[in-house]
């Protein structure tokens, strides 16, 4: 069975191609994929961006209006999921929460720097493949605070849209 791929679209950056691994957590990403089929992500923002970590999107709109999914139960070792292995390095797609680990949605983040100690504890599921390039440019943005929020691109980083391109 081969991995499902999905593009993203960034506007003014360009595109990222992305394999996601059923096999390291099935149910997020189905999740994933069902919001990508819902053109949920469309017109969505890399809200919160730190060069050598990560760039994390999913939750907010261009105008900064939150929009979230369904919560689901997080697939990494510490909440009891043990086939998730998934090292959270540079590309590696992994799903955002808050200190609930059954509270993951639809924010997700895409590591910019290593991050072992993130493993086992988020559920890493898929990495990067093509255009990793593409994530170096956005973690390159200048940031800044707006609200409660840091480190928040000061002109937005639009995802014109994600969408699945192999099953």
Known sequence: ?????????????????AELYPEKAPNTVRNFLSLVDSGFF???????????FMIQGGGF???????QAAAI?????????????????PGVLSMARTSDPNSASSQFFIMHGDAGYLDSQYAGFGKVTEGLEIVDQIANVKTGRLGW?????K????????????D
């Open 149 to 153: 929020y840091e480190d928040v691109p």
């Open 1 to 17: 069975m081969k991995n499902p791929k999905i593009k993203i679209t960034v506007r003014n950056f360009g595109t990222m191609t």
């Open 42 to 52: 469309a017109g969505m923002i890399f809200h919160r961006v730190i060069k050598g």
């Open 61 to 67: 709109t261009e105008d900064f209006s939150q929009k």
């Open 73 to 89: 139960p997080g697939e990494f070792r510490a909440n009891g999921f043990m086939a998730n292995d998934l090292h959270h390095a």
């Open 155 to 166: 002109t937005p980083v639009v995802i014109e849209s994600i969408e699945r391109v192999e």
